[in-house]
């Protein structure tokens, strides 16, 4: 069970946790990191983002 700061209550299994709620958090924090510092000026590329490519 998860309780949020409103009170509310959820239950999750523990893929469900993951996949549904903890994964997406992440990628928002990231995304909204890389946004903020890009705006600030940081000279960051999509490849620091996005990692380096993958050899197929």
Avoid: E, N, W
């Amino acid at each position: 069970m998860f309780t949020f700061k409103s009170g509310a209550q959820r239950a999750f299994t523990g893929r469900s946790l993951l996949l549904g709620f903890s994964v997406p958090q992440f990628f928002f924090h990231v995304t909204t990191a890389y946004d903020i510092l890009r705006h600030a000026g940081v000279d960051l590329v999509k490849k620091d983002f996005l990692g380096p490519p993958r050899p197929a």
